[in-house]
């Protein structure tokens, strides 16, 4: 199993930017892919982006619209979601978690929180 913390989320105005944070310990990080899914009040999870164990490969939603960058750093077990120009409706609870979610239903983290407001 793994253990997952992230950070780095705030409230900002619209246009923004953040960068979120997830630290893994447990379990070898640079052996898994992971993923950032976002939830608000009411609504289901909503999947963000992935990305694979080594960094190559790289997936989004079509609402990212090129807005935000999922890297990792394997040397240092931490994922990161770097978010730019960020809109109202991107306001969520941010959590990362380990791939595939089906399998591992229950590494993810708490979660951070993102509020875009003016």
């Known amino acids: 199993q793994v253990q997952l913390v992230e950070s780095g989320g705030d409230t900002v105005q619209p246009g923004g930017s953040l960068r979120l944070s997830c630290v893994a310990s447990?379990?070898?990080?640079?052996?898994?892919?992971m993923t950032w899914v976002r939830q608000t009040p009411g609504k289901g999870p909503e999947w963000v982006s992935r990305?694979?164990?080594?960094?190559?490969?790289?997936t989004y939603a079509d609402f990212v619209e090129g807005r935000f960058t999922i890297s990792r750093d394997n040397r240092k077990n931490t994922l990161y979601l770097q978010m730019n120009n960020l809109r109202p409706e991107d306001t969520a609870l941010y959590y990362c978690?380990?791939?595939?979610?089906?399998?591992?239903?229950?590494?993810r983290g708490q979660g951070t929180q993102v509020t875009v407001a003016s």
């Open positions: 978690a380990r791939e595939p979610r089906d399998t591992y239903p229950d590494d």
């Open positions: 447990g379990d070898s990080f640079s052996t898994f892919a």
């Open positions: 990305i694979s164990s080594s960094g190559t490969y790289r």
